[in-house]
């Protein structure tokens, strides 16, 4: 985005690299998804789980420190390839916001998954609002950036009046499929917790 030209009369080429910008929030706010516990086990709840290991000299994510599975719906194996590490990761796991406590039987850790009580579905989608809103906030900076493009550009003489108005008209509008965008994702996880 910071190296984007607006060009008279070329709305294709704005939209598109608004698309694009808006198109990360989206991955990021995906990514963020999938970090939230639903009813069903899945690797991706511990993946990015950071453990300080090798004597405080490294912090790496789990999955580049062992083999994660999900063998059922409410079980996380994690392997660990090199066994020194497997009291750091437990340690990792207790201290992150998983909300539970890993059985370590010295060659391989597992996260039974207890069933979703009713207050901790509720802490869920807590952090799922917040989330959600973090994910409006970041396509609607995006918007902002555009729309500071526009003006700097109309201001500069460089697009006409007429075409702002037309920029203005497209920017609105592609904010507004993002969020709604943003809006679904939301409440599809919602079901999901609450389920």
Known sequence: MSNFVIVESQTKEFEKALSAEMEKSIKHFEHELVTIRTNRAHTSMVEDIKATCYGGSMELPLKELATLTA???R???IQ???KSVIADIERAIIASSLGVTPINDGDMIRIALPEMSTSRREELIKILQKKTEDARV???NV??????LVRDSLKNK????DFKNRLEDSLQKITDQFIKKVDTMNEVKEKAIRA
């Open 80 to 82: 660990p390839w090199d």
């Open 138 to 140: 970041s396509v609607r």
């Open 143 to 148: 918007r902002r950036d555009f729309h500071t």
């Open 158 to 161: 460089t697009i006409s009046e």
């Open 75 to 77: 079980l996380i194996v």
């Open 71 to 73: 063998p059922d719906a």
